[in-house]
């Protein structure tokens, strides 16, 4: 059966040319210099051309931006209809990508920038969640989790957790996944630099993804 897959991520799951074009990008086949920071590293070393390779899924999009953030708020303040998780996945729906595309499993491996860029953190809300609430993290990952399934009912949604982040945001992501029925990889151990996986963590990341299939 195939699996055809989209990615809803950040700087972990970029590359560049295959990401939408004004994306911001993190890894590349040759790498930038100090001006524009640019990870090298083959296409075929990401966590998630691995996947594909060792499962045959189909990549129907991978929809990543370098420093975004499940909620509004980011490194710069309001990317609330910017590079958001949340604004990104509503310009999917709004132009007809899902009724156009069948998706077998959506990967969401967010929350890192969240935790990083200092973002309020709010509360765990699973219903009356208002807009202004989507500015803080926690009723942020839990709207955008409950609008997947909403959406998506009969899609596999995996939330990828990154180790090394604020224990606040990871334990929402598993106490919101348990309530609306997403699956959630909690990573461990991840080789990194700069606080970005190497070839190893990207096959570590993998290898954690992999154990769920």
Not at 147 to 157: E, G, M, N, S
């Amino acid at each position: 059966m195939s699996n055809n897959i989209l990615i809803m991520g950040d700087s972990y799951s970029t590359y560049e040319g295959y990401i939408p074009e004004g994306y911001r990008t993190y890894y590349s086949p040759n790498g930038r210099g100090p001006e524009q920071p640019v990870t090298k590293m083959r296409v075929e070393d990401t966590w998630w051309m691995r996947f594909i390779r060792a499962t045959g899924a189909r990549l129907v999009l991978n929809n990543s931006w370098s420093g975004s953030t499940v909620c509004y708020t980011g490194y710069e303040g309001d990317c609330s209809h910017t590079s958001s998780f949340i604004y990104r996945y509503r310009c999917l729906r709004e132009q007809g990508f899902f009724e156009h595309n069948r998706i077998d499993t959506v990967f969401v491996f967010g929350g890192t920038n969240d935790s990083w860029s200092g973002a309020p953190r709010g509360e765990i809300k699973f219903s009356d969640i208002a807009e202004e609430d989507l500015f803080c993290v926690l009723p942020a990952i839990c709207h955008f989790m409950s609008v997947l399934k909403a959406d998506l009912p009969d899609t596999r949604i995996i939330f990828i957790a990154n180790c090394d982040i604020d224990g606040c945001v990871v334990d929402c992501i598993k106490t919101a996944g348990a309530h609306f029925g997403v699956e959630v990889v909690e990573l461990e151990h991840i080789d990194k630099q700069s606080g970005h996986p190497t070839s190893l963590g990207m096959e570590q990341i993998c290898s954690q993804v992999l154990s769920r299939f």
